[in-house]
């Protein structure tokens, strides 16, 4: 009794600062909603509430619609509750995800302490409260844990068109680690017959379908001075004018100003890879666990969908400039991607290695990274 009562001391006081990195991270969330609430315009999130398909079909939209079906006039308090809300419907399903596939166990406790306190997850979605990245998190942290069956691909098929229709970036942003979910839940599991990759192609045409007439057909059709008196009358405050260009622009015009300010942002780079490297325990432990992986198909597997979901972005930072949400989205899509990879079959024996709690490097980068309160919008910090 002695003897167990001993190792259980031991093994709290070796867990417990992670506890408190956990705690400290914890603690930033309400400070940054408050920061955003009094000290911040929410110019474009506040727009995205406005817009209808009112005129037609357009990009950007489908909130804004919704919306329209329940009020006439939209708050500017709307973009922090509707945020807050899908805030924490992303983080509530997080923590059912984590205790579902990897365990709230002590032994993990570095692990959340990384992912959960990490400046590129729900400090940056609390920092970004209003834009519609979260939505996309969202999806894929429900394609994690709903039932499979014969109508999961159906299901997160119909979740990616809402994305797209919400933004058409999201094609790029958040689709390709879903379908990444997709192929280890439902095929991986059912298999690859000629009817199920018939379905999987066919609801891939009509996400594809979204997107293009999303991105190439979704601008606004009437000058936009009609644009402007709708939306004005939509709101409770005075709405910006310079934002009519995102729902006017087309991608070729978005690509040439993303490159004149590439210069600038390319600058930034050093800081997203130093960002990127405070979190080389949660890189070793992923690699340990694609290694643990008993079937080589699917080492190969993910190998390929982390590329496929890199290089996905790759594209997207050469077509817009917000930087700062990109880097931060794609770090949450390899959390995500590991989450997924943990429902994959170890070899005999080959357990990964969890992030030790004892090594010294481990616990400073552990704090480090529970201190940085977020990573920004189009700019670092």
């Known amino acids: ?7 259980g001391t031991t093994a709290n006081a070796l867990y417990r600062p992670w506890r408190v990195m956990i705690a400290v991270s914890a603690a930033l969330f309400p400070v940054l909603f408050f920061f955003k609430l009094y000290f911040h315009r929410p110019i474009l999130e ?39 809300a899908a805030w924490l419907i992303a983080l509530l399903l997080f923590i059912l995800a984590f205790k579902r596939i990897v365990g709230l166990k ?24 209003g834009y519609f990245d979260i939505y996309g998190c969202i999806v894929a942290l429900a394609a994690l844990l709903i039932p499979v069956g ?21 094609l790029l942003l958040y689709c390709p680690v879903i379908a990444f979910i997709l192929l280890v839940r439902y095929y991986f599991r059912f298999g690859f017959s000629a009817l199920r990759i018939a379905y999987g192609v066919t609801l891939a045409a009509i996400i594809l379908i979204a997107f293009v007439a999303s991105a190439f057909f979704g601008q606004m059709r009437v000058p936009e001075e009609t644009w402007l008196a709708y939306v004005q009358g939509r709101a409770t ?39 990127v490297a405070f979190h080389l325990p949660v890189m070793r432990y992923f690699k340990s666990l694609i290694q643990s992986l008993v079937n080589r198909s699917h080492r190969i597997a993910v190998v390929v969908g982390i590329l496929i979901i890199s290089i996905g972005y790759l594209i997207i930072f050469a077509v817009v400039f917000d930087y700062s949400r990109w880097i931060s989205n794609w770090a949450v899509c390899m959390f995500l991607a590991m989450l997924t990879t943990e429902l994959l079959p170890l070899g005999p024996g080959k357990p990964a290695g969890r992030i030790a709690p004892d090594v010294r490097q481990n616990l400073t980068l552990g704090w480090v990274v529970a201190v940085i309160p977020r990573v920004g919008v189009t700019k670092p910090f």
């Open 150 to 170: 014969a109508a999961y691909p159906l299901v997160v098929g119909l979740g990616c068109v809402i994305l797209i229709l919400i933004h058409p970036i999201h």
């Open 46 to 84: 506040y727009a995205h509430l406005l817009v209808t398909y009112h005129f037609g079909f357009a990009k950007r939209a489908l909130i804004g619609t919704a919306l329209s079906l329940f009020v006439d006039t939209v708050p500017i308090i709307f973009v922090y509750l509707i945020g807050l």
């Open 237 to 275: 405050v005075v709405v910006d004018t310079n934002l009519t260009y995102v729902w006017y622009s087309t991608i070729r015009e978005e690509i040439a100003r993303t490159w004149l300010v590439m210069g600038n942002n390319a600058l930034r780079l050093p800081v997203y890879a130093m960002l």
């Open 1 to 7: 009794m002695t003897a167990d009562r001993s190792a």
């Open 106 to 129: 002590a032994e993990n406790l570095p692990l959340l302490a990384f992912m959960g306190g990490s400046p590129f997850f729900f400090k940056n979605f609390m920092y970004s409260i």
